[in-house]
Nanobody, 123 residues
Framework: QEQVEESGGGLVQAGGSLRLSCVTS????????MGWFRQAPGKAREFVGG????????YYADSVRGRFTISRDLSSDTVYLQMTSLKPEDTAVYYC????????????????WGQGTQVTVSS
């Protein structure tokens, strides 16, 4: 059974940093492009960033480029999202999942969502 489990969220002041983790199991995630999304209250789920199956290539939404970094550890089937210079508008539940191809950013139709992890940035 394919599963992902996100963790690492919390409450942080504006300008602070957090590192989120996404542990995958039950599927060949090691050969999948992986992505992070987020969803704020009352808003649609939006793309944050993606990483190639090797971890060597990454792409980001304009809103987080230069502040967030995605990485992955194939040996532990874990994908990370390092977030720096956090802003109140980054407040959301963050999710990871497998993407269909490198460059994909549309959450519609994606499966294997976890429960997400809450990130709250205070001003």
């Amino acid at each position: 059974q394919e599963q992902v489990e996100e963790s690492g969220g919390g409450l942080v002041q504006a300008g602070g940093s957090l590192r989120l983790s996404c542990v995958t199991s039950g599927r060949t995630f090691s050969t999948s492009v992986m992505g992070w999304f987020r969803q704020a209250p009352g808003k649609a789920r939006e793309f944050v960033g993606g990483v190639s199956w090797t971890g060597g290539s990454r792409y980001y939404a304009d809103s987080v480029r230069g502040r967030f970094t995605i990485s992955r550890d194939l040996s532990s089937d874990t994908v990370y999202l390092q977030m720096t210079s956090l802003k109140p508008e980054d407040t959301a539940v963050y999710y990871c999942t497998a993407l269909r191809y490198y460059g994909d950013s549309d959450p519609a139709g994606l499966t294997a969502w976890g429960q997400g992890t809450q990130v709250t940035v205070s001003s």
